[in-house]
């Protein structure tokens, strides 16, 4: 069992910033890709970055140039860092870790709201 437990998110004005992390435990080892992925209201869950733990990164294209995902493996995190944040990006943000026996585990999210 992995458990997942974010925390950073919140409200913020358009252009600004904000730094969501990734705390995981449990069954670490088993732990393949760890990523973020965010749900708008009345839309599809979707892949916004993910990390695998050979250190290789993917990015959905509308968070390339602006979305940074990092790990810190001694800590068993995984950050987003968000950089010129649009109203586009409103969403509930989850972290998700996939494990090598192809089990998803979600943390319970948390809301990032970008506003005026």
């Known amino acids: 069992q992995v458990q997942l437990v974010e925390s950073g998110g919140g409200l913020v004005q358009p252009g600004g910033s904000l730094r969501l992390s990734c705390a995981a435990s449990?069954?670490?080892?088993?732990?393949?890709?760890m990523g973020w992925y965010r749900q708008a209201p009345g839309k599809q869950r979707e892949l916004v970055a993910s990390i695998t733990s050979g250190g290789s990164t993917n990015y959905a294209d509308s968070v390339k140039g602006r979305f940074t995902i990092s790990r810190d493996n001694a800590k068993n995190t995984r950050d987003l860092q968000m950089n010129s944040l649009k109203p586009e990006d409103t969403a509930v943000y989850y972290c998700?870790?996939?494990?090598?026996?192809?089990?998803?585990?979600w943390g319970k999210g948390t809301l990032v709201t970008v506003s005026s």
């Open positions: 449990g069954s670490i080892f088993s732990i393949n890709v």
């Open positions: 998700n870790a996939g494990t090598w026996s192809k089990v998803d585990y």
